[in-house]
T-cell receptor, first 113, second 116 residues
């Protein structure tokens, strides 16, 4: 079993839809949670980050962490064609592990006109 | 914002030759650099972690003599693929981590290596 599970998709939605992306994880020591967006043949860019459980909102994006369920989500409101990309969840422990990030497999999202 | 420059963006080399990929943090000091490999439609696979001035730590299954990593300064790390073979063809990405920043991981734009 992988430490972080993420549905690879692809996920296709119409423009304006609300998108829900999710990851589950098994390591209860993970404390820092991030979402990255990666366009084709480019490096990932940080979208959202949260510490421990809770919600965080930034514009059209909302990140949620439920540590009791070991489940994190990213919501995209009013999705745009420019949101079409691969979304990767990533997480790390607070100490040790060499500051390594553990990534999900990524979910490919396509927002259609 | 933090910027990481990775070069070259694309390289084609002959089988048996070596290729060097550079990763520079332009406006911050990166105490730790991570090197990843990514296959099409798959996630990032961590290859090694390098700290400035010390030897890199390689993940299980990654040949350290084949993938040479040097982190000579706080702003530069290099990955050299030695005696490249077609199976080494992949997308390589570096990530620079700023000390003390829990979310401070900035990625380079990646290098597409094709070995012919």
């Amino acid at each position: 079993q992988k430490e972080v599970e993420q549905d690879p998709g692809p996920l296709s939605v119409p423009e304006g839809a609300i998108v829900s992306l999710n990851c589950t994880y098994s390591n209860s020591a993970f404390q820092y949670f991030m979402w990255y967006r990666q366009y084709s043949r480019k490096g990932p860019e940080l979208l959202m980050y949260t510490y421990s459980s809770g919600n965080k909102e930034d514009g059209r994006f909302t990140a949620q962490v439920d540590k009791s369920s070991k489940y994190i989500s990213l919501f995209i409101r009013d999705s745009q064609p420019s949101d079409s990309a691969t979304y990767l969840c990533a997480m790390r422990t607070s100490t040790g592990g060499g500051n390594k990030l553990t990534f999900g497999t990524g979910t490919q999202l396509k927002v259609e006109l | 914002g933090a910027v990481v420059s990775q070069h070259p963006s694309r390289v084609i080399c002959k089988s048996g030759t070596s290729v060097k990929i550079e990763c520079r943090s332009l406006d911050f000091q990166a105490t730790t650099m991570f090197w990843y490999r990514q296959f099409p439609k798959q996630s990032l696979m961590l290859m090694a972690t390098s700290n400035e001035g010390s030897k890199a730590t390689y993940e299980q299954g990654v040949e350290k003599d084949k993938f040479l990593i040097n982190h000579a300064s706080l702003t530069l790390s290099t990955l050299t693929v030695t005696s490249a073979h077609p199976e080494d063809s992949s997308f390589y990405i570096c990530s620079a981590h700023r000390a003390g920043k829990n979310y401070g991981y900035t990625f380079g734009s990646g290098t597409r290596l094709t070995v012919v």
